[in-house]
């Protein structure tokens, strides 16, 4: 009989009969060991999302062009206006996290919905393409980190992404825009983290004047989605129609570019949160049986984004 007492080899520390395997896989273990988070779809409900209250990095900016910005915003009626729309977001079941920076963040620190990609096994980290945004991302992964979420790849060598580019046709296929904010070596390394997956990467290129995937294609459903014309590429449209979906188009082009009607969240299936005071699209959504819930971004969207872009989804359900 052996001496446990004195063999090392026996103990559990050395793989002894008290040493406990890790079986599970690591998506296994989201919701568990990990915070409950990820997506595989655009459409799936909305659980979680992750905001950043604009402050004082408002303060004192004299150009906002130089910012990347369209015109000047008034910080109280901006604020205002983040609160009405994370109410809006309480108010459809929706969990509402913060950044919450540590010091004064860059202006535009708001637009978490660039600053990182939900998988199903956690966060792709975004690594934005400016200076002036250079670092946002050091910000999101902390608070990640602190919720309890994992960050599967962060970018590395010359690589940018930003995670507006990234949009879900289905469980198993991604469609990345490469473009302005989101260079060949990010598709590259974003498709490699997507495929270790089992998920089909598919790059598609952005025209110039494009700032985001996002702004130029959004999901209303498991099988409906809406695309802007002459701006969408084609290879984008045949991988959508090759996977059952009817593509629909924006149907003002001028609410679209002049007053974000087309930046909108998907919180489920056929329901949506939207710029407030779209008439025309708000109508042409409800008359394909969208439900659409509204809010005024007017003074947020003089920074050049609206809902879509404020908003980093964490947690759809997985469908």
């Known amino acids: 009989m052996h001496n446990t007492k004195f063999s090392t080899i026996y103990r559990a520390a050395y793989g002894g009969r008290n040493w406990l395997p890790r079986t599970q896989s690591h998506r296994e273990e989201i919701g568990s060991l990990w915070t409950a988070s990820g997506i595989n779809s655009e459409w ?3 659980k979680t999302v ?3 209250k604009p402050g004082e990095e408002w303060d004192n900016l004299a150009d906002p062009d130089t910012v990347q910005m369209l015109d000047k915003v008034d910080l109280a009626v901006g604020r205002k206006q983040h609160a009405a729309m994370a ?6 079941g929706v969990t509402v996290h913060y950044v919450e920076p540590e010091q004064t963040p860059t202006p535009n620190q708001m637009f978490c919905a660039d600053l990182f990609a939900m998988t199903p096994e956690g966060a792709i980290l975004g690594r934005p393409a400016s200076t002036v945004r250079a670092g946002e991302e050091r910000w999101v992964a902390r608070r990640l980190a ?7 790849r962060t970018l590395r060598g010359n690589a940018t992404f930003e995670g507006a580019d990234c949009l879900w046709i289905d469980p198993q296929t991604a469609l990345i825009g490469r473009g302005l904010r989101t260079n060949a070596e990010g598709a590259a390394q974003v498709s490699e983290a997507l495929n270790a997956m089992g998920v089909e990467a598919i790059v598609v290129d952005l025209p110039i004047g494009s700032m985001h995937h996002m702004g130029i294609l959004r999901f209303l459903d498991k099988d409906l989605a809406v695309a802007w014309p002459y701006r969408v590429s084609w290879a984008a449209i045949d991988a959508l129609r090759e996977r059952g979906y ?4 924006v149907p003002d082009e001028a609410e679209a570019a002049n007053a974000m009607a087309f930046n909108f969240v998907t919180l489920g299936p056929k329901e949506i949160l939207m710029a407030a005071g ?11 049986g ?3 819930h509204t809010v005024d971004i007017s003074e947020l969207a003089k920074a050049a984004g609206a809902i879509g872009c404020l908003s980093g989804i964490v947690e759809r359900e997985i469908v």
Do not use: M, R, W
Request: net charge negative; glycine share 6%; hydrophobic share 40%.
């Open 290 to 292: 969208v439900k659409c």
């Open 50 to 52: 992750l905001l950043h």
């Open 246 to 249: 009817e593509v629909l188009f």
């Open 278 to 288: 779209q008439t025309n699209s708000q109508t042409y959504y409800e008359s394909l």
């Open 146 to 152: 602190d919720l309890g979420i994992p960050v599967v």
């Open 44 to 46: 799936g409900k909305l």
């Open 87 to 92: 109410q809006a977001y309480h108010e459809a």
